[in-house]
């Protein structure tokens, strides 16, 4: 998968859309120094959230919903489980490259 920059809400979604039904690898920073990595795959994608399928201990699986404007900052990022590499550059890090 090709790295995106993004700098707005509307092409995260766009690509989202684009990729409903692909696996990925989704670290959420949740506060607190607490991280979680997981792997899912893109199920929905509505106009404010899109939906992640993870996979849970023991072959379980949840729905974890998460806003783009995460994605954007940087606290959601998304990874190919493939390569590890980053899906969507966070906006913090376009600036810091130049």
């Known amino acids: 998968m090709e790295e995106l920059e993004v700098n707005h809400v509307a092409e995260i979604k766009e690509?989202?859309?684009?990729m409903v039904g692909d696996r990925v690898k989704?670290?959420?920073n949740m506060g607190r120094t607490r991280v979680i990595e997981r792997m899912g795959?893109?199920?929905n994608v509505h106009p404010a959230v899109f939906i992640v399928e993870v996979d849970e201990r023991r072959g379980r699986k949840s729905r974890q919903?998460?806003?783009?404007?995460d994605v954007l900052t940087g606290t959601v990022e998304l990874f190919d489980?493939?390569?590890g590499e980053h899906i969507?550059?966070?906006?913090g890090t376009q600036l810091e490259e130049h």
């Open 15 to 18: 690509k989202l859309t684009e």
């Open 26 to 28: 989704v670290k959420a």
């Open 41 to 43: 795959v893109i199920k």
């Open 65 to 69: 919903s998460y806003q783009y404007v």
């Open 81 to 83: 489980p493939e390569t």
């Open 88 to 91: 969507f550059t966070p906006l």
